[in-house]
């Protein structure tokens, strides 16, 4: 049975335990070591099924980003898993690029397939800060917003309101982030604390915050570790 992918794509599709993965792997190092060479291993593929490449294996090629599918979605969550490993400034970095590189308000301004409306709910999630890895862990990962503003109405008469002042085209990294006033450390967001109301107070930087976001206790939801 063909498959629109290869291993770099589907290595990672174990949403609900990242840290297992990191564990297989040999560690966090490693796991990093891995996700980064995913935008460096040249884009090669096998077409023998198919008899010539189909337009998921040009897109790739085209977009110029290694082994980085976006178009196809399998790896759309891949860019995330940094914040699992201490490393959220990559996120940042890689989820800026896809959306200012691969994004336009044009008939052609998908970059692939959108396939059940899965790469716009990428954009959108990712322009507001945060993306749904496992979405029935009630958590958000982080990543970093792509407006100075933004003010969600929720059904319940809450908002949730992110304000990131200093964003810009250079300042895409997170410095600091304040939750309702109060320092906030971690990798990820909780749906349940969000729906209550909220407010996000994003410190944009140019430069990567390598000590923000580092400690175990800041990474997002893994069966192997939450469920012990």
Known sequence: MPTEGNSWHYTWSVFHDIEG????????????????????????????????????????????MGNYAHGNQPIQHMIYLYDYAGQPWKTQAHV??????????????????????????????????????CPASDQYVLGAPLF?????????????ILDAPQNSSTNKYINSLTLNGTQYTKNWLSHSELMKGTQLHFDMSSQPNMKRGTSNTDAPYSFSVNEK
Request: aromatic share 14%; hydrophobic share 40%; charged share 20%.
């Open 21 to 64: 993965l990191i564990g297989l792997m040999g560690g966090k190092d490693q796991f990093v070591s891995m996700l980064d060479s995913v935008f460096v291993i040249p884009p090669v593929f096998d077409d023998s099924y198919y008899g010539s490449p189909i337009h998921e294996i040009r897109e790739m090629q085209i977009m110029n």
């Open 96 to 133: 800026r690029e896809v959306m200012d590189k691969l994004y336009f308000a044009t008939p052609d301004g998908f970059c692939g397939d959108e396939d059940n409306g899965q790469t716009s709910a990428w954009y959108v999630f990712s322009a507001m800060g945060f993306y749904p890895v």
């Open 148 to 160: 100075k503003k933004i003010v969600l109405n929720l059904e319940n008469g809450k908002q949730v």
